[in-house]
């Protein structure tokens, strides 16, 4: 900023009617002129402001902090918050006056009340501290809210599959989730679908293990046949919304390629996902699988575990089903503490579907409040002897020895996701496991 210097009429009054603080005061401190107003902001009349020492009215507290000395020594333009005796807060700027030898001959300062500014800003700090903290607990909410209703995410691993869903949902992309019957691979299909931006298309479900193959391209592609009406496909139901390919592992090679061509083919506005009890990985390492088609569907794989591997979801579970049922026939009954923690130590391998049907007959068959490890059905009691019992009925100890065999790789397949983790698990190598599992695929 340029140097002030005083004019010839410098001794001359400040017009009183100006209406502004403005003090005038001298190299020693001293207030030489003020305004009419000046004062106003200290609750002293203006007059009594004359003549008096800047650093005397510092020491009383009534100019706190003084801007003159500030500006003498520093020898520029001085901005300042002054807080006055009686709360106020003033924003003073101080301007030096230089004389012919460059010294400050002369300090303007000029003043604003602004305790309404400093209550604003005090109130727009503490709202944007409310705002931080309403940022934190919304994503709190959001994370914890990931528990869509009808979604019970109480472990880890549900969470993160709730987590990847609402990441990818509004993107349009394939989607495959493999999981165990009943592990609710439909119902995240769906929260996919309701999460998407194509959430107010069709949702169309096809099961694939119940279409034969004769009939797979027409349903599929739809078209007329001689003498009828024209039938709409699978896809063209889909267009603005979601095809979900339920058990799309279930498919021949030869519908396998049928379903590659046409989704290649055609142009449609929909996004896939689809869903499948075993890997298709192994799949189509087995050749079981097409390549091609494996690629085009295994964008975003989604795998759900089973309920006996997600022990916390499993506990609300069952108390979900137990409120469910005994709200819908009106009956007052409880799981035994027992009975509870049986439940949770069981295999499941129907998870939701086997569950949800234990549940119902325990509540709709016992007459008791309080329900025991005794009410459950016979097949689902412990054997005393903690062994199966197996009924030699005329058969030889190696067909005996297969029979255990078989159930022990078909109960390892639920369990593990690949061959690779059932050969680690079962202590033998990854061809024999293949190979034995072709030998019971084909009994």
């Known amino acids: 900023m340029q140097n002030l210097y005083l004019l010839p009429n410098a001794e001359e009054e400040i017009i009183d009617s100006y209406d502004e603080d403005i003090i005038v005061t001298s190299r020693d401190g001293k207030i030489i002129k003020v305004t009419q107003i000046s004062g106003c902001n200290y609750d002293l009349p203006a007059k009594d402001l004359l003549g008096q020492s800047v650093y005397e ?4 507290g009534i100019f706190s902090p003084a801007i003159t000395p500030l500006v003498l020594k520093q020898k520029k333009k001085v901005v300042i918050v002054q807080t006055t005796t009686n709360g106020k807060k003033v924003l003073i700027t101080g301007i030096p006056l230089f004389n012919e030898i460059n010294e400050v001959e002369f300090v303007i300062s000029y003043s604003y009340e602004v305790s309404e500014l400093f209550t604003l800003q005090e109130y727009l700090n503490e709202l944007e501290g409310e705002m931080s903290a309403v940022k934190g607990e919304l994503a709190l909410l959001r994370e914890e809210s990931l528990t869509v209703k009808g979604i019970i995410s109480e472990s880890k691993s549900m969470k993160q599959i709730l987590k990847t869903v609402n990441k990818i949902a509004p993107l349009n992309v394939a989607v495959t989730i493999q999981g165990e019957i009943g592990v609710g691979k439909s119902t ?7 999460q998407s ?3 107010n298309g069709p949702f169309i479900e096809v099961n694939c293990a119940t279409i034969p193959d004769a009939i797979f391209e027409n349903e599929l592609v739809g078209g007329a046949k001689t003498g009828t009406p024209e039938k709409i496909g699978f896809l063209q139901m889909a267009q603005s919304g979601t095809l979900y390919l339920q058990g799309v592992d279930e498919l021949s090679l030869a519908s396998q390629t049928i379903l590659l061509k046409s989704l290649q083919q055609t142009n449609g506005n929909f996004r896939i996902v689809s869903s499948t009890e075993r890997g298709l990985d192994d799949l189509t390492a ?3 699988f097409r390549e ?7 964008v975003v794989p989604i795998h759900i575990k089973p309920l006996r591997e997600r022990l916390e979801d499993l506990s609300k579970i069952i108390e979900k089903y137990v409120d469910r049922y005994t709200a ?3 009956v007052n009954k409880i799981l035994s503490d027992s009975l509870f923690h049986e439940l949770l130590h069981m295999e499941w391998g129907g998870n939701h579907l086997e569950i949800k049907n234990v549940v119902e007959r325990l509540i709709v068959q016992n007459e008791t409040d309080i329900i025991t490890n005794d009410d459950l059905p016979v097949e689902y009691r412990r054997n005393d002897s903690g062994l199966d019992t197996f009924v030699i009925d005329g058969r030889t100890l190696p067909a005996i020895l297969d029979k255990v065999e078989e159930k022990v790789l078909l109960s390892a397949q639920k369990r593990y996701k690949t061959t690779i983790e059932m050969a680690k698990v079962l202590g033998i190598s990854q061809p024999s496991v293949v190979r034995k599992l072709k030998k019971y695929a084909n009994k």
Do not use: G, S
């Not at 995240?188 to 309701?194: E, G, M, R, V």
């Not at 091609?292 to 295994?298: G, I, Q, R, S």
């Open 292 to 298: 091609d088609l494996f690629y085009f569907l295994h």
């Open 197 to 199: 931006l194509r959430q």
């Open 328 to 330: 819908a026939y009106q």
């Open 57 to 60: 009215l510092e020491e009383k």
């Open 286 to 288: 087995n050749k079981r």
């Open 188 to 194: 995240i299909a769906k929260l996919i679908h309701k």
